[in-house]
């Protein structure tokens, strides 16, 4: 009985010591801190062509703060029905790269965004490796890129023509985790 009750109390300290060093079991949190900074806010976006219509979709509307997913309130970008079409954001210096939250379109064609790829790395050609994958049409998806380094951040939509559609991008710091204090 001893030995059993030992166990316990030694696998409660175990589960303990994991928590506090982010090492335990249940997942990955991946969104942004309370008062990160988006880092997007400060880069320049460009997009692979601009759709026909001049008065909206353009690529600095996918860095405006404006998670609107109505297309028509002018706060999401639009590309032409290119193939491949790709958005790409400059962050002007590497940062280590945590969550990556976009908003998609959602008064219709929220489905052309499925696939896309989200890529990060110091290549101004949207040829940097993937973050992460777009798997669904929700208004929002989070990825985590896990402290991948890159300056830019781009999402192409590989293999096919489709428009590109993005209502915002944001972009946060993986901030190193901090070591616990043990004192004794």
Not at 31 to 56: C, F, H
Not at 60 to 74: M, P, S, T, V
Request: aromatic share 6%; hydrophobic share 30%; with cysteine.
């Amino acid at each position: 009985m001893k030995g059993h009750l030992f166990r316990k109390e030694s696998m409660k300290l175990l589960m303990l010591v994991l928590s506090m060093l982010g090492m335990q079991g249940g997942g990955h949190c991946c969104e942004p801190q309370p008062g990160a900074a988006n880092l997007a806010r400060n880069g320049l976006a460009t997009q692979g062509s601009d759709y026909v219509d001049i008065t909206m979709g353009y690529s600095k509307q996918g860095i405006d703060g404006n998670r609107d997913g109505n297309y028509h309130k002018a706060s999401c970008t639009h590309t032409n029905y290119d193939k491949d079409p790709w958005w790409k954001l400059d962050l002007k210096q590497s940062y280590s790269i945590g969550p990556i939250v976009i908003a998609n379109r959602q008064d219709c064609c929220s489905e052309r965004l499925k696939g896309a790829e989200v890529r990060v790395g110091n290549s101004p050609n949207n040829d940097n490796p993937v973050c992460g994958t777009v798997t669904s049409a929700d208004a929002i998806t989070t990825l985590c890129c896990k402290g991948m380094v890159g300056r830019y951040v781009s999402v192409v939509i590989p293999g096919r023509s489709e428009y590109l559609t993005l209502c915002e991008v944001e972009v946060y710091e993986e901030k190193p985790k901090q070591e616990p204090r043990v004192c004794w």
